[in-house]
Each structure stands twice: as structure tokens, then as C-alpha cells.
């Protein structure tokens, strides 16, 4: 159970529902456990709600496979269950195995490198690093240690408050999916 509860449709300030309508109008996303927490703190959820539009930047970037694996990765380093399932549920609806990844070496390096910077608090091996900074320029390497600071961040929040896994993520849960 949360350690705070999500805030409840019947209790939003005319200021808050606006902004959740808002959100779900720009990103055809409904209002999760997470975003219903953070909608406590409206400073919070705005900040927070700024990983949609680094992630669409980082799919642009990379591709959306890269991009949901990058942030996949990240998120399993950090062990939060709630973004994990959350990513799994994004593999499995594009046909992919969560347990049996074909990668590239590209999405080698990726993978590395957004698992060494979660695991390691960002001080990382040069040649992590380097493996990957050969596929990129520096403004897309900014991006990428962005939104992965990003994504540490959800899921420190997440892990603290020990956010519910909503009911749309629980078939995706490890063991509970078919192909």
C-alpha cells in the first residue's frame, strides 16, 4: 500500500483537474497512481510531467524501441517495479520477449550505459561512456544523461512513496504475460 495516496477525483481543486485534463489531452495518457500522487504538489507534478516531452525528444533521437528499452533499463538498475512493469507492458505490446531481448550493438551500449548511470549514481566507467558517445554528438548525449536523470528521478519517487502498480500494468508484471 502507498505511502501517500493518490489524490481522488472528488477532492481536486478546479486548478489541479485542468492541469490533469490538460495532460491527458497532450499525451493520450490517463492519470495513473503516480500522477495522482504528485498531484498533491502541483509544482511536482508539472516538473514531473516534463519527462513526456524529453522522451518524445529522446524517440526522435533514437528511435521508440531504443528509447522504451533505454528507459526500461534505467528503471530496472533503479529497481522500481511500477516503471518496470510500465515498460514491459510497452515491449510486450510491440511483440517483443521482456526476457529474451535481441539487441544490436547499439542498443548494447545504450542498455550499458543507462544501467551503469542508475546503478552507479552517474559515475560511470569511461569506457561505458565512450561506447556509447561514438554513436553520438554531444547535445544528443546531454538528452540522453538527461532523460535518464529524469527517469531516476520517477522512479526514486515511485520507489519512496511505494506507488500502487495501477490495475491496467498488472498482467504485464514479470511471469504474467503471453506472447
Not at 12 to 16: D, I, K, S, V, Y
Not at 19 to 22: I, N, Q, T, V
Not at 59 to 64: C, D, F, H, R, V
Given at each position: 500500500m502507498?505511502r501517500?495516496?493518490?489524490?481522488t477525483?472528488?477532492s481536486?481543486?478546479?486548478?489541479?483537474r485542468e492541469?490533469?485534463?490538460?495532460h491527458?489531452?497532450?499525451y493520450?495518457?490517463?492519470i495513473?497512481n503516480t500522477?495522482?500522487?504528485?498531484?498533491?504538489s502541483?509544482?511536482?507534478?508539472?516538473?514531473y510531467?516534463q519527462?513526456?516531452p524529453?522522451y518524445?525528444k529522446v524517440?526522435?533521437?533514437?528511435?521508440?524501441r531504443?528509447?522504451?528499452?533505454?528507459?526500461?533499463?534505467?528503471?530496472?538498475?533503479s529497481?522500481?517495479?511500477?516503471?518496470?512493469?510500465?515498460f514491459r507492458?510497452?515491449?510486450?505490446?510491440?511483440g517483443?520477449d521482456p526476457?529474451?531481448?535481441?539487441?544490436?550493438?547499439?542498443?548494447?551500449?545504450l542498455?550499458?550505459?543507462?544501467?551503469?548511470?542508475?546503478?552507479?549514481k552517474g559515475?560511470?566507467a569511461?569506457h561505458?561512456?565512450?561506447?556509447l558517445?561514438?554513436?553520438?554528438?554531444s547535445?544528443e548525449?546531454?538528452l540522453?544523461?538527461?532523460?535518464?536523470?529524469?527517469?531516476?528521478?520517477?522512479?526514486i519517487?515511485?520507489?519512496v512513496?511505494e506507488?500502487d502498480?495501477?490495475n491496467?500494468?498488472t498482467?504485464?508484471?514479470?511471469?504474467k504475460?503471453?506472447l
Open positions: 502507498a501517500i495516496a493518490p489524490i477525483t472528488d481536486l481543486p478546479l486548478f489541479t492541469a490533469f485534463d490538460e491527458v489531452n497532450d493520450n495518457t490517463p495513473t500522477k495522482a500522487t504528485l498531484g498533491h502541483m509544482l511536482s507534478f508539472t516538473i510531467m519527462w513526456y524529453l518524445e524517440k526522435q533521437q533514437i528511435g521508440e531504443a528509447a522504451y528499452l533505454f528507459a526500461w533499463t534505467v528503471s530496472t538498475a529497481n522500481c517495479s511500477l516503471c518496470i512493469t510500465y507492458k510497452i515491449m510486450i505490446e510491440n517483443e526476457d529474451s531481448l535481441l539487441l544490436n550493438d547499439y542498443e548494447k551500449a542498455l550499458d550505459f543507462g544501467s551503469a548511470i542508475a546503478q552507479h559515475c560511470i569511461n561505458v561512456y565512450n561506447n558517445e561514438q554513436y553520438h554528438n547535445e548525449m546531454v540522453l544523461v538527461a532523460f535518464a536523470g529524469q527517469m531516476i528521478a520517477t522512479n519517487f515511485n520507489n512513496i506507488t502498480i495501477d491496467y500494468l498482467p504485464f508484471l514479470p511471469g504475460f503471453c
